[in-house]
């Protein structure tokens, strides 16, 4: 719920020709998020107990509780729409059913049947959902927005990329220490250098957006995006830590750039009494797309391991994964594709003010 009433309050207080410039400062933490858990997290588990990772979000909570109260008015519709509660089970049961299927498929916890299981429930309840949405006067996740042609781009063209990008933070720091023998803050302090990355590109994003437009980053810099991601694959042990380092950080930077040209893109041609409704449906897919991508790149390796004859995960499990997941964002560049030469023109070349 943080995530799409944040963005709610961020568009509307703030005017459209300034919304890059705004969400620059709200992906700060998607973009320090995670570059600095790695490194947090493996610091804890190293020198204190893994169990104290479940605790960080208190502190921040009373913060954001304080900060709140303190500067945020308590704005609400005066007459709002009844929750529809059929839509709300039918699409979280769907989600649920999906990515916990997808997560536990060669696990331990239940047999591969019973999590196949669940995916092929959750596909259907989601076919269920569409269906229903259809026909409903005020579906809880309208459809609708995705025949906006700048929505759809950011959020089904963005969905595809966020499952290239979002298995990263997986994959790396477990290829580090499962395949190289690094420690959990060695391999922290490597993946938490991709933030060097994001912040110089808050410097340059709206430069390039302006001079070269939405469609044509978002097309190129989806492909440069998807060749840092099967870089990874090439690490080998003894590959110099320079060059890990160098990858890591140029690939911070397309990520953070491809991030803040979608989240900007998404509210180009949305009306700001549909904001709240076009949030939900965002936010949603992309939390979607972020699970998948854990799900997949963490099913690819075990399916090398296995083909490899590994009993344990060694380094040379882990390119295909990498290599699947950056395809991931090369799939994203036909919907891009699709968007209008000019779309966006107009909160680009806001950015100037």
């Known amino acids: 719920m943080m995530v799409p009433v944040g963005r709610i309050l961020i568009f509307r207080v703030v005017d459209q020709t300034d919304f890059i410039r705004a969400m620059h400062y709200l992906n700060v933490p998607v973009i320090l998020g995670p570059a600095v858990a790695p490194l947090l997290g493996g610091f804890i588990t190293t020198y204190l107990h893994w169990r104290l990772i479940f605790f960080i979000n208190v502190p921040i909570g009373v913060l954001g509780m304080y900060l709140t109260r303190k500067d945020i008015v308590n704005t609400r519709e005066s007459l709002p729409e009844p929750l529809d509660w059929i839509g709300f089970f039918l699409s979280a049961g769907s989600a649920m059913l999906l990515l916990l299927?997808?997560?536990?498929?060669?696990?331990?916890?239940?047999?591969n049947r019973d999590a196949l299981g669940m995916c092929v429930g959750g596909a259907i309840l989601l076919v269920v959902y569409v269906g229903y949405a259809r026909r409903a006067r005020q579906p809880l996740l309208d459809l609708g927005f995705f025949n906006v042609p700048t929505f759809q781009a950011s959020v089904l063209g963005g969905s595809l990329f966020r499952i290239g990008l979002?298995?990263?933070?997986?994959?790396?720091p477990l290829m580090l220490q499962e395949g190289h023998g690094m420690s959990a803050i060695e391999s922290g302090l490597i993946t938490g250098t991709s933030a060097f990355g994001g912040i110089f590109m808050r410097r340059v994003a709206p430069h390039v957006l302006r001079r070269y437009g939405f469609r044509s980053?978002?097309?190129v810099n989806a492909a440069l995006s998807g060749v840092s991601v099967a870089a990874c694959g090439l690490i080998?042990?003894?590959?110099?830590?320079?060059?890990?380092l160098m990858?890591?950080?140029v690939g911070g930077f397309f990520s953070a750039l491809q991030f803040t040209s979608l989240n900007s893109l998404a509210y180009a041609e949305i009306a700001r009494c549909d904001v709240g409704r076009a949030t939900s449906l965002g936010s949603l897919v992309q939390r979607l797309s972020l699970g998948l991508s854990v799900a997949v790149g963490g099913v690819v390796v075990q399916i090398s391991r296995m083909a490899n004859g590994h009993k344990s995960i060694m380094w040379s499990d882990f390119w295909p994964a990498f290599l699947v997941v950056s395809l991931c964002s090369f799939a994203s560049i036909p919907v891009m594709l699709r968007l209008p030469s000019r779309a966006g023109e107009e909160i680009a070349y806001g950015g100037r003010n």
């Open 247 to 249: 990858v890591v950080v």
């Open 236 to 244: 080998c042990p003894g590959t110099p830590a320079w060059i890990i």
């Open 101 to 111: 299927g997808l997560s536990l498929i060669d696990g331990e916890l239940i047999s």
């Open 166 to 172: 979002g298995a990263l933070p997986f994959l790396l």
């Open 217 to 219: 980053v978002l097309v």
